[in-house]
């Protein structure tokens, strides 16, 4: 049996060079799909990844109760000094390591295009480092607190229009000066631009107002303590989510469409490729039904050449898998572009992501077009009454 | 005509191959229609913009107001026609996740200012007449069902009551639109219900944007940069924009959907160009020596040629206008796909021209060669063939 299936096999493998022209079809069919398939979603994963790699878990940001988003929430002056007096927050020698912040967009044109896009404005105080690890100043320095001094995200240096060190950009009635570059691992904050809470404040007339705190706590475990604390206190009505909780439910729209649009244009296209995959398979029996038909006579069992066809199939659809995989890599892995965050209305930017995990789901798809495209051939091969498959010519 | 009974034999002379490519071409266009279908909705209807409304925004960008008192200023500019107000009041019903557009307007003037929302007469008095009132769009009274009538809460993100308790509406009446692709979801109140409670605190008075109608739309930029110019070096400076303008930079905003939508469409029809090539090549070559006979009865080249074009411009009808059907009918009736984020899904007139357009055009190419070399074809050498 096996001795018999490894020849088949072979014959098989062997006479694709005659057939190249339907074959090549159906490769570039199953790449094709498999290009558009990791095109789309890698989108989904480029923003999901920039909104969610880094959050850090001992990081959590207190809202007004019922925010979901830092944009449509608001906190007194008194709001943030109780929040920040709250036990359970990491101390240094300065106090608390808690950052009380504001949050508005600006518009901004973009590189490519000079219409105004809008750009997420962060007023930070001075824990706001604290309260990021990860964050760092890669080129210029940190702002002076007190000045219209500004530093950029370097996704946001990259995306917008003259927000590099040294120049400056009017907002308003208000002239910022660009003092430094900073970097964040890839996710959501390189997308914004911090100034000082202080002097953002009056030029945006938030009287003593702030949107959010953002908290550093000394151990992961340390949550639920100090939620309970913020809780347990009668004077304020807000609620605590872990950055990356939080990142996470901002990025849930945005994924949800392209997840649901990329899976319905990747089925629908995979339908489209699976059909050609059978018409491809059979012309590779119908060319063969004689040389099947003698197989058949000299006692090979149908098994074997069921199995043939289908690893004929098999091999062509891993081929195009990989072409489209290569290809869809090349092409998309690591485009930088932007788009609107739904919950904020601001802008993100974040960089197409062809990720393993993408690529095997592709290739595993393209195996799948492959053997149903070689299901029916490879039935009807087995079929064949050997008498009159002889005499076909 | 008359040649379409010896196509139809020739195409049912191997079923199941002519099916499939059938059935390739079908996904094909109906993929397209489809794609179509998502770019205007993420288009936001930029084509419905009303060439004579204008946007009035503070400059800073959208999220901060304008004061209220800007509505009368701008009022006074010669070749206005009409000023309305509204607030976004970002509200939602029960859950975060049921969000949709709810404004808070100047109802008379909205209505005025929009009359693609069609509202019957009666509720229109109704809604006029109670201070918290709203009309809905039909999509939203379907999605929560709603009826009219119906008192609402909906839980506010920005503009909180003191007592933390939610706003409540009284479902006026609803809006409808004959416009194919006018966002249904909205929901519109009263802005002096909402400005009653905001009056005490620093959002008082203050309106979210204008909307304007100018007398003459060619003089559109000229008011556009007076009104600019009006506010300029004040507090609150202001951007002046078509209504146009404003959607598109909207729309942009979320990327280039309307270039990947067009890479999709043109990679899955590149596709199935190749696929029914393929197809249409092998089934002349079998019939290589039938061909000829045809000849030798006395057609000529052109026929021969003519008579394989036509069957694979038949195939590519056949598949791609039922693809193109189903696809008008899915996003019909089947609506926007991610539930309530693209208000503006349907397929437009002139992309299914296109697609006719494309359908044949698969025919021809997909044709080409094999009908060349038929009628090119030598009958002494074809019927020596095999």
């Known amino acids: ?393 | 005509m008359k040649y379409l009974h010896i196509v139809w034999r020739n195409l049912m002379r191997r079923k199941i191959r002519t099916i499939f490519t059938l059935l390739s071409i079908f996904v094909a266009f109906l993929l397209f229609g489809y794609l179509m279908a998502v770019r205007t909705a993420f288009g936001m209807g930029v084509d419905l913009a009303g060439a004579d409304r204008l946007m009035v925004l503070n400059k800073i960008s959208i999220i901060m107001p304008l004061p209220g008192s800007y509505t009368d200023k701008v009022r006074a500019i010669e070749g206005v026609k009409e000023v309305t107000h509204a607030n976004w009041f970002g509200g939602y019903y029960q859950e975060t996740k049921n969000q949709f557009a709810n404004m808070a307007v100047e109802g008379e003037s909205w209505l005025r200012m929009y009359p693609e929302f069609v509202v019957p007469e009666d509720q229109k008095k109704a809604w006029l007449a109670d201070r918290q009132g709203a009309i809905i769009g039909a999509d939203t009274m379907k999605r929560f069902h709603w009826k009219v009538g119906d008192r609402i809460p909906l839980q506010a993100t920005i503009f909180r009551r003191p007592d933390r308790s939610a706003w409540e509406f009284n479902i006026s009446g609803v809006y409808d639109s004959p416009v194919k692709g006018t966002d249904k979801t909205q929901l519109f109140f009263h802005y002096e219900y909402l400005n009653e409670v905001l009056k005490s605190t620093r959002f008082g008075n203050q309106v979210g944007w204008l909307v304007i109608r100018v007398d003459d739309p060619a003089q559109s930029p000229a008011i556009a940069k007076k009104i600019d110019q009006m506010f300029a070096n004040s507090p609150t400076e202001t951007k002046t924009d078509s209504e146009k303008a404003f959607v598109a930079g909207w729309a942009k905003q979320i990327g280039n959907i309307s270039l990947i939508t067009q890479l999709i469409a043109a990679a899955a029809i590149f596709m199935m160009l190749l696929v029914t090539a393929n197809t249409m090549a092998q089934s002349i070559r079998e019939r290589t020596s039938e061909l000829a006979v045809l000849k030798t009865l006395g057609f000529g080249d052109g026929r021969v040629l003519g008579m394989v074009l036509l069957e694979s411009c038949f195939l590519a009808m056949l598949g791609g206008l039922s693809g193109l059907g189903l696809a008008w009918f899915l996003v019909t009736w089947g609506g926007d796909p991610t539930g309530a984020f693209l208000p503006a899904f349907y397929l437009p007139v002139p992309d299914v021209m296109v697609g006719v357009i494309l359908v044949l055009a698969l025919g021809f190419a997909a044709g080409a060669v094999p009908a060349f070399q038929a009628g090119r074809l030598r009958i002494v050498d074809a019927l020596r063939r095999n």
């Open chain 1, 1 to 393: 049996m096996l001795s018999q299936i490894v020849a088949v096999v072979g014959v098989n493998m062997r006479s694709i060079r005659q057939r190249l022209g339907s074959s090549t079809v159906a490769v570039i069919g199953i790449a094709g799909v498999v290009v558009v398939f990791l095109g789309v979603l890698s989108i989904g994963e480029g923003f999901t990844a920039a909104m969610a790699s880094v959050g850090d878990p001992r990081t959590v940001m207190v809202m007004r109760a019922g925010s979901d988003t830092e944009m449509t929430s608001g906190l007194s002056g008194d709001d943030a000094r109780l929040i920040m007096d709250t036990p359970g927050i990491e101390r240094n020698e300065r106090g608390p390591v808690a950052s009380p912040e504001l949050f508005v967009i600006v518009g901004h044109p973009t590189k490519k295009d000079p219409s105004d896009a809008n750009v997420p404005l962060r007023g930070v105080s001075a824990e706001a480092l604290g309260v990021r690890p990860e964050v760092k100043i890669i080129e210029g320095r940190m702002f002076t607190p007190g000045t219209n001094e500004i530093v950029v995200g370097r996704a946001a240096s990259r995306q917008f229009a003259g927000l590099t060190v040294g120049s400056s950009a009017k907002w308003g009635q208000n002239k910022w000066t660009v003092v430094g570059i900073f970097e964040a691992h890839g996710n959501a904050a390189e997308s914004e631009i911090w100034s000082d809470a202080k002097v953002l404040q009056p030029a945006y007339q938030r009287g003593n107002s702030y949107q959010s705190v953002y908290v550093r706590l000394p151990t992961v475990e340390g949550f639920q303590a100090f939620k309970d604390a913020l809780t347990a206190n009668p004077q304020l009505s807000v609620t605590a989510i872990r950055e990356p909780e939080y990142f996470a439910a901002q990025s849930q729209v945005l994924n949800q469409i392209i997840t649901t649009i990329g899976f319905l244009i990747a089925g629908l296209m995979g339908i489209g490729a699976v059909f050609g995959a059978v018409n491809t398979m059979y012309t590779a029996v119908a060319s063969r039904t004689r040389e099947i038909a003698t197989l058949r006579a000299l006692g090979f069992g149908s098994f074997p050449v069921v199995f043939s066809v289908l690893s004929e199939a098999a091999l062509l659809s891993v081929i195009g898998g990989l072409i489209g995989g290569i290809a869809a890599w090349a092409a998309f892995d690591g485009y930088q572009t932007s788009t609107m965050n739904f919950q904020s209305f601001s802008q993100i930017a974040f960089a197409f992501a062809v990720t393993p995990r993408l690529l095997g789901m592709a290739l595993a798809y393209s195996l799948v077009m492959g053997l149903v495209g070689g299901m029916l051939p490879a039935f009807r091969a087995a079929r064949l009454p050997v008498v009159t498959a002889l005499r076909e010519l």
